[in-house]
């Protein structure tokens, strides 16, 4: 069964921490991507990536990194959290970059910065 | 601003009768729709897709239709389940660019007995 898994389902930080959100997918794809999910806003593209130690900007990259130094592996980095990060952040991979196909999302890591 | 919108963030509907979610786009240089199905505290999953070379896809108690001209996409799903109670995103690709999947805001549908 594939899976994308997500480390944390659940963090609170403080504002000024740094935060690391992991995501790993067991199905060998080539993309991986990190959204946003917020209420009224839909779902919103951070970062993505084509392959390793490759990564794109999406719709709203700024405050935000990423990492993908093994293929399986994508991480979000919160450099210097903000309230107005609280949110609910999807990961999620595919297998080709033409998007035709379905993307296999995690179960989301709902992120609140006091 | 939001190239692909769902206007009506709710819907509620009875058990056994048809729910029609509908979405609407702004880019005519979309040409992959899909519609994805959200449970509270589980990630998206993919439900149905349509190429724009299409006016209609079926799958199950699934339907989706593309008006091309009106720039608008519809779910139906016949007969609806209790279980289909979820939030529906549309999502769209855009022929210049593969590389992403733009969503929509989302319709809360509920199904009642």
């Known amino acids: 069964d594939v899976k994308v898994t997500q480390s944390s389902r659940y963090l609170v930080k403080r504002t000024g921490e740094k935060v690391f959100l992991e995501c790993v997918q067991d199905?060998?794809?080539?993309?991986m991507f990190w959204y946003r999910q917020d209420p009224g806003l839909g779902l919103r593209l951070i970062y993505f990536?084509?392959?390793?130690?490759?990564?794109e900007k999406g719709d709203i990259p700024e405050g935000y990194s990423v990492s993908r130094e093994k293929k399986e592996r994508f991480s979000l980095i919160l450099e210097s959290a903000s309230t107005n990060q609280t949110s609910m952040y999807l990961c999620?991979?595919?297998?080709?970059?033409?998007?035709?196909?379905?993307?296999?999302f995690g179960e989301g890591s709902r992120l609140t910065v006091l | 601003d939001q190239q692909v919108k769902q206007n009506s963030p709710s819907l509620s509907v009875q058990e056994g009768r048809i729910s029609i979610l509908n979405c609407d786009y702004t880019?005519?240089?979309?040409?992959?729709f899909l519609w994805y199905k959200k449970y509270p505290a589980e990630g998206p999953t993919f439900l149905i897709s349509?190429?724009?070379?299409?006016d209609k896809n079926e799958d199950g108690r699934f339907t989706v239709f593309l008006n091309k001209s009106a720039k608008h996409l519809s779910l139906h799903i016949v007969p609806s389940q209790p279980g289909d109670s979820a939030v529906y995103f549309c999502a769209a690709r855009g022929s210049y660019n593969t590389d992403k999947l733009i969503f929509g805001t989302g319709t809360r549908l509920q199904v009642f007995p």
């Open positions: 880019n005519s240089m979309f040409d992959y």
């Open positions: 990536s084509y392959d390793v130690k490759m990564k």
């Open positions: 999620a991979s595919s297998r080709d970059r033409a998007n035709t196909g379905e993307l296999f």
């Open positions: 199905m060998d794809h080539e993309n």
């Open positions: 349509i190429s724009s070379i299409k």
